[in-house]
């Protein structure tokens, strides 16, 4: 009977088969050292014979190849199998249970349908080979003849179907990438803000946000002297914007927990806004714009002026006024304290700790 092609290809997931694959392309008719006679037997699942094949193999089925013949001493770690192109799918050494002199004991399969001898497949480690004779095996296909007369492949029952449509699963793609991204900015504000109370704790003042932040202007008036034209250089400018918006941001994280130093001017508006809307309609348009204008100032630092640099002092200043008014408003219509003009607030401080300059 004449040999189909093979319905599929084999494994080539040990390096028995890539050895005998390339062994595939050698000369089918190289010399060989001796000449050994094999049977094929059935094989049991603990690899032992278990007599003859009494029917025709499948693809991929194990069996037993037992060989014997001339003394030929091989090394049993490289032994493959040497067959010609076109019978590369005939015969395929799965292990080597023993191998001595002159017999050896294989698990081994095939891949090729059909019935008949294999010819031309010898054994050999690399240095030595030993021609196989006698190797004879009738496959048969695992698909069905009557069913599948053709030999062609089975394909599913029903189409596989997409319950949902495609634009349906972008959008619940998009909403878990949307709750996702949320989750990841709610955990890191969170962490941020930790780590300013954090902060707060080890710069701690006794002095109120509005106070410490007026004592950190009076000591930035002092260390810049800004009615000295000639001493006004660009890197003097730079360094005092630089300080300038250091002290103000200190204040906006004393006075309204935020994380003023990592958050951007619209995190800190919304921050502001949500504790306290109220005061939020009174001050933000000032905080805003010095918000605004400290960027500006810092950007372009070296091209500051003096004058620049009092106009953003007294803006910022400005802001820590009409907070610290509007909050002694809230407090004087609450009857927490009289009606009164600016005084050192006494057991106020909402940052305890030692007194000192801002960090």
């Not at 004879?136 to 003849?145: G, P, W």
């Not at 950190?216 to 630089?242: I, Q």
């Not at 008014?325 to 304290?337: K, M, P, Q, V």
Request: glycine fraction near 8%; charged fraction near 30%; charge should be neutral.
């Amino acid at each position: 009977m004449e040999a189909m092609e093979p319905e599929a290809q084999p494994p080539r997931s040990t390096e028995a088969s890539a050895a005998e694959t390339s062994a595939a392309d050698q000369t089918a008719d190289q010399a060989a050292d001796g000449v050994w006679v094999c049977r094929t037997e059935a094989i049991s699942e603990d690899g032992r014979a278990a007599g003859p094949l009494e029917k025709p193999l499948t693809v991929g089925e194990k069996f037993l190849l037992t060989c014997e013949g001339a003394t030929v001493p091989l090394d049993a770690g490289k032994v493959t199998l040497r067959l010609p192109r076109e019978e590369k799918y005939s015969l395929r050494l799965l292990r080597v249970q023993s191998l001595d002199e002159n017999r050896g004991v294989f698990t081994a399969t095939s891949y090729r349908v059909g019935e008949g001898p294999i010819k031309g497949v010898a054994l050999t480690d690399g240095t030595r080979s030993i021609e196989l004779q006698g190797v004879a095996l009738r496959l048969e296909s695992s698909i069905d003849a009557q069913e599948n007369p053709e030999g062609k492949p089975y394909s599913p029952p029903d189409p596989v179907k997409i319950l949902w449509p495609l634009w349906l699963w972008l959008a619940v793609v998009a909403v878990c990438l949307a709750l996702g991204a949320v989750a990841f900015f709610l955990v890191r504000r969170r962490s941020q803000r930790r780590t300013l109370l954090a902060e707060l704790q080890r710069h701690g003042t006794a002095l109120s946000p509005y106070h410490q932040f007026n004592k950190d202007l009076r000591l930035l008036a002092r260390e810049f002297p800004m009615n000295k034209p000639a001493d006004w250089t660009s890197e003097v400018a730079a360094r005092y914007v630089e300080e300038l918006n250091r002290h103000f941001r200190w204040y906006l994280a004393r006075e309204f927990t935020v994380p003023a130093f990592q958050w951007g001017d619209k995190l800190i508006l919304n921050e502001v806004k949500k504790r306290d809307g109220r005061l939020h309609r009174s001050v933000h348009k000032d905080l805003r714009l010095a918000l605004e204008e400290l960027n500006r100032g810092i950007k372009a630092r070296e091209r500051l002026s003096a004058l620049d640099g009092q106009q953003l002092v007294e803006l910022c200043r400005k802001v820590a006024d009409d907070v610290d008014l509007w909050r002694r408003g809230a407090r004087a219509a609450r009857g927490a304290e009289p009606v009164g003009g600016r005084g050192e607030d006494r057991g106020e401080g909402r940052n305890p700790g030692g007194g000192g300059r801002s960090p």
